[in-house]
T-cell receptor
Framework: EAGVTQFPSHSVIEKGQTVTLRCDPI?????LYWYRRVMGKEIKFLLH????????ESGMPNNRFLAERTGGTYSTLKVQPAELEDSGVYFC??????????????FGSGTRLTVV | GQSLEQPSEVTAVEGAIVQINCTYQ??????LSWYQQHDGGAPTFLSY????GLEETGRFSSFLSRSDSYGYLLLQELQMKDSASYFC?????????????FGAGTRLAVHP
């Protein structure tokens, strides 16, 4: 099966510009997660979709970040306007979970965002 | 708050055994996962412990002690390709579902 796909793999933008990251999860996975890793730090949770609904967006840094998941398929994460501290690697992951069973998340390779 | 502590770097030689420890402090706990990430790649799932004890998968084993809020990943017969970052992650409840809370990762360098 195809894995989790993220686009673009790299993005360099100027402060104040807008960037949209896209994630295509594994087909049939209802759960989609966005994470971010700032250099050397933890992979930090941003939000969780179940199908098209936002289940948990407690990790979203501020209202400059907007995530959507159209029709419960692919998801986009928009940063507008971007600030220097938004630089990092943004990971998307999907999973097919049943209760507390030990299904691992499948991650994409990430989008490396650099704001200059 | 929620936090996971793991060493930032570990160095070992080929063929050796290395243990990467992880202690956690989280609100709610379903289990402890381990992920491997090579530079520029996707974190990939290695193992999951929901109950106390040792889980073995080939050269890799993972241990959990819930009473100590502690776990470790054991890598045996190290190979050069094992050089990567290793993350522990707590599977934490989230409104009827769950999410992973990650540590900062341990960078493992395997030398000849």
């Amino acid at each position: 099966e195809a894995g989790v796909t993220q686009f673009p793999s790299h993005s360099v933008i100027e402060k104040g510009q807008t960037v949209t990251l896209r994630c295509d999860p594994i087909s049939g996975h209802d759960n989609l997660y966005w994470y971010r890793r700032v250099m050397g730090k933890e992979i930090k949770f941003l939000l969780h979709f179940v199908k098209e609904s936002k289940q948990d967006e407690s990790g979203m840094p501020n209202n400059r970040f907007l995530a959507e998941r159209t029709g419960g398929t692919y998801s986009t994460l928009k940063v507008q306007p971007a600030e220097l501290e938004d630089s990092g690697v943004y990971f998307c992951a999907s999973s097919q979970e049943i209760g507390r069973d030990a299904y691992g998340y499948t991650f994409g390779s990430g989008t490396r965002l650099t704001v200059v | 708050g929620q936090s996971l502590e793991q060493p930032s770097e570990v160095t070992a030689v080929e063929g050796a055994i290395v243990q990467i420890n992880c202690t956690y402090q989280t609100s709610g706990f379903y289990g402890l996962s381990w992920y491997q990430q090579h530079d520029g790649g996707a974190p990939t799932f290695l193992s999951y412990n929901a109950l106390d004890g040792l889980e073995e998968t080939g050269r890799f084993s993972s241990f959990l002690s819930r009473s100590d809020s502690y776990g470790y990943l054991l890598l045996q017969e190290l190979q050069m390709k094992d050089s990567a970052s290793y993350f522990c992650a707590v599977r934490s409840p989230s409104g009827g579902y769950n999410k992973l809370i990650f540590g900062a990762g341990t960078r493992l360098a395997v030398h000849p």
